[in-house]
């Protein structure tokens, strides 16, 4: 995972961010040794608001939620206790393949509510995507509201329409866009690892509602960052379309502002991040005040 190595001179030169590292099998580690009782606590409160959860008696079985949300109550407690504002975890393919894949920590971090109640979203990326939790990051501070991070993953010719998804880290907030958790999990499903992940485990499934978006990433060529922006609008598509990517993930079907191809030429990454509302003026002002290029493409 190239995306996955920072270099601190530059996130420091540049954005005044300094970078820590801790191995991520201490998340395994602390996992085992949470207190049994907080994860039962989760697993009653999922289990009651969850759409569903597809057991499959092999790769999701309660045991293996119970790991997944252990993982979370860990994660959560290397946070506080490094004072960490924001991070990415690499899972592909150590942890997706030997141990449990990250999806439920990544959504339930970049949520603003878990069982414990309302909290502020702490921003995490998959596949320890540096810049990409960097992005998230700045658009989380700009808006106040949870950041998605999604793949290009499908363009639908006939419909005009972007199907982004990803594995992990979108926050099911974006289900319905409720502050209320139940309005949200109730559109979630908790489905098995995919055969390509050996590991156990649930990945949460959900399709984003409706809305304006604006969406980017933060790139860097020969030590020189430019943001990349652009609209879109998240539009209602039924829901066996998941079908023609990866059913078992979430996702966001969009329509851009602009030319679509020209926009797969532009944008220097396959990973996506948006947030609701429009944000471009606010993104091209904290990019003229850092100092950096900042290209609309629509």
Known sequence: MGTGAVNPD?????????????????????????????????FRWLTEKAGKILYDGDKLTEETFKFQIACYLAT????????????????HYDLSEYQTAQCVAADFMNDPW???????????????????????QVMKLVSGLPVMFVDFRHYDE?????????????ASWYAARSENPEENLKHVTFHPLIPKYAGKGAHVQFIAREGAMTLGRLTHTKGRYKFTLFRGEIVSMPAEKVAETCPQWPHAFIRVKGDPYALIQSYENNHVHGVFGDYIAELEKFSEIIGIDCEVLS
């Open 158 to 170: 006939k419909e005009k329409v972007f199907a982004f998804c990803n594995c992990g880290a979108f």
């Open 114 to 136: 878990d069982w414990d109640g309302p909290k502020e979203p702490t921003v995490y990326s998959c596949e320890a995507d540096s810049d990409g939790a960097l992005t998230m």
């Open 76 to 91: 959560k407690e290397i946070v506080k206790e490094r004072k960490i504002d924001f991070l990415g975890v690499k899972c």
């Open 10 to 42: 530059l996130w420091m030169e540049v954005f005044g961010v300094d970078t820590e590292h801790v191995d991520q099998l201490e998340i395994i580690r602390r996992a085992g040794l949470v207190d049994p009782a907080e994860t039962d606590r989760a």
